[in-house]
């Protein structure tokens, strides 16, 4: 394997453990720090791996089968079990008449998020479905008419990310929220760009601690600074950055690699599972502790910002996805 693959696995395992602990109750310090970039870090890496070297019907077909099927097959799994998972409160809906199922399973087939509370990180599933459409189309079109002037290409993507970003602000109504599309295409985009020039990454190492420091400046000041737009994309570009210098160094350490590597390999099971998984031990610390109660769907208690047990539900929210993926590997074969 080539190194710099090694390092955007290594980035996708950082990605997904910044997810989980985001979901985890970590402090709204914290919090604000993950927050800043971490989602644009999903998208930036998904832009890295995109080829837009295939033809169209294939590259629909393959994002189909990667985004849209588990999307629809993890949902229809959760409908199902709703009453079930309502009886032990782990989640708010519960669909036992014909005609609630009917309608929870037609949302999920138009790849609406909704249907499932334990589910609503799945929003990023549709909006990078669309994002993958829209930028694949603009690079074919870009290409016919600039040749390799990728400067241009991110201008363009820069000016969509900001109008996505005015419109999720002001709640502007879209279907199949259109504002997020377009503000996270900006990050795929420069993912895609990435690919292009990935060997000037050791030129990067002198924007490490900058970076850092203006992240942690931006987290603790963020309510005084404001929600601008323009600031919001600087600040993920510079969490993207840190994360890119973190993990090309990470990289060459053996057992963090590895480590790493492996939990970004099972990105899509720690995604589907953690927020279930965070319920089922909320619940089970709620019957042997009493001063942690019990509460439905995702806005559980998991966590309460106490270290112990954000790093608890941390540990649990990655490893128990992926032993029980390879598990089921192991089974099948």
């Known amino acids: 394997m080539k190194q710099r693959n090694i390092m955007l696995d290594v980035m996708r395992g950082i990605a997904i453990i910044f997810v989980v602990l985001g979901h985890a109750g970590v402090s709204s310090y914290v919090w604000s720090f993950i927050y800043s970039f971490h989602m644009p870090l999903f998208f930036f890496i998904s832009g890295y791996f995109c080829n837009t070297n295939i033809d169209f019907k294939t590259f629909l077909k393959k994002k189909i089968k990667g985004l849209y099927f588990p999307f629809f097959k993890y949902y229809v799994l959760f409908i199902i079990a ?9 989640t708010k809906n519960n669909y036992t008449s014909i005609d609630s199922f009917l309608s929870a399973l037609f949302l999920s087939f138009r790849f609406r ?6 589910l609503g990180q799945f929003w990023f599933l549709p909006v990078l479905f669309f994002v993958t459409l829209l930028v694949y189309s603009c690079v074919k079109i870009f290409n016919q008419l600039i040749k390799r002037e990728y400067s241009y290409l991110l201008l363009g993507g820069a000016v969509l990310s900001i109008i996505g970003g005015i419109g999720m602000k002001c709640h502007w109504y879209a279907p199949y929220d259109l504002y ?31 970076s850092f420091v203006i992240l942690l400046f931006y987290s603790y000041f963020k309510n005084e600074m404001g929600d601008l737009i323009s600031l919001k994309i600087v600040i993920a570009i510079l969490g993207i950055v840190m994360t ?18 492996h939990v970004g390999s099972h990105t899509m099971p720690i995604y589907v599972w953690h927020v279930f998984i965070f319920k089922v031990l909320e619940f089970i610390i709620s019957h042997l502790w009493d001063k942690h109660p019990m509460s439905e769907g995702w806005s559980g208690c998991y966590g309460s910002q106490s270290w112990y047990l954000v790093l608890s539900y941390s540990i649990v929210g990655v490893c128990i996805p992926i032993l029980f993926h390879n598990i089921i590997k192991t089974c099948k074969k």
């Open 244 to 261: 890119i210098i973190i993990s090309n160094y990470l990289s060459h350490i053996p057992l963090c690699a590895k480590i790493l590597q």
């Open 180 to 210: 997020g599309v377009l503000y996270f295409s900006f990050y795929y985009l420069i993912g895609w760009c990435f690919h292009q020039f990935q060997d000037k990454v050791n030129k990067m190492k002198i924007l490490l601690i900058p």
């Open 113 to 118: 998020v909704g249907a499932i509370d334990l």
């Open 82 to 90: 709703s009453p079930i998972l309502h009886r032990f409160l782990l």
